[in-house]
């Protein structure tokens, strides 16, 4: 019963959590603010799922094979979200309108490789007008 | 009563799926569609284990980790082409 009642709970945890996240994906204004929805909701979200599972079957196979996967995603996330938002800053996607601080304007050159600007060329401190990268 | 949750959660996941479909269809930048795959394939995770609890089958979960590691992959592979623009 106990059982029942904690897997039911946690399913219910990691679905708002990932109908959150693409809910987010599908409203956000722009891709470097949708892949905060899309990664950290999204991974909590199926780790819920994960543990519900874990809980419910209650053997230590299982178990340890749900870990497994909490794991593996908690460390793959955060570098596959690392990889896109380098790949679309690389290929010009614009920028909310209303975004205040670009920290890597003009440090990228032609070839898309990182120079070595100097220090204080990146930050535009911005009005409200806000600009967008090219 | 879990039958019952089941169905919920399931109902919910197919309807974040229809969102993040949308996004992927008209997403205006490559990237964005990038990020919909990625997310998709993690509703796919989590499809799979409430599928794995509905039917009391625990195997349904190494479809889990399998599902789990290619994704990571091809959103590698997509982020790592996308960044170079094409070139070797």
């Known amino acids: 019963m106990i059982t029942t009642v904690v897997t039911s709970a946690l399913m219910l ?28 909701s999204g991974t909590l979200g199926v780790s819920g799922m994960i543990l519900a599972s874990a809980v419910h079957f209650g ?13 593996f ?9 690392h990889f896109i938002g380098r790949a679309a800053y690389q290929t010009g996607a614009p920028m909310w309108d209303r ?17 070595s600007a100097p220090e204080t060329s990146g930050v535009s401190s911005g009005s409200e007008g806000g600009d967008s990268s090219s | ?18 969102l993040t479909c949308i996004r992927l269809l008209r997403g205006p930048s490559m990237a964005d569609r990038v990020v919909a795959l990625d997310l998709i394939s993690t509703l796919a995770v989590g499809m799979i284990c409430v599928y794995a609890i509905s039917t009391d089958q625990d195997v349904y979960l190494r479809d889990a980790i399998v599902l789990a590691v290619i994704a990571f992959l091809g959103t590698t592979a997509f982020a790592n082409y996308l960044g170079k623009g094409g070139q070797p």
């Open chain 1, 13 to 40: 945890f990691g679905a708002s959590f990932m109908f959150l996240a693409a809910l987010g994906v599908l409203r956000l204004p722009d891709i470097y603010i949708r892949m905060h929805a899309a990664t950290k």
């Open chain 1, 59 to 71: 053997e230590l196979g299982v178990t340890t094979r749900a870990v497994l996967i909490v794991v």
């Open chain 1, 73 to 81: 995603l908690y460390l793959t996330a955060p570098v596959a979200a």
């Open chain 1, 99 to 115: 975004s205040v601080v670009d920290e890597l304007r003009g440090r990228y050159n032609a070839k898309g490789a990182l120079d």
């Open chain 2, 1 to 18: 009563m879990l039958p019952i949750v089941v169905n919920v959660v399931l109902g919910m996941l197919g309807l974040a799926l229809v």
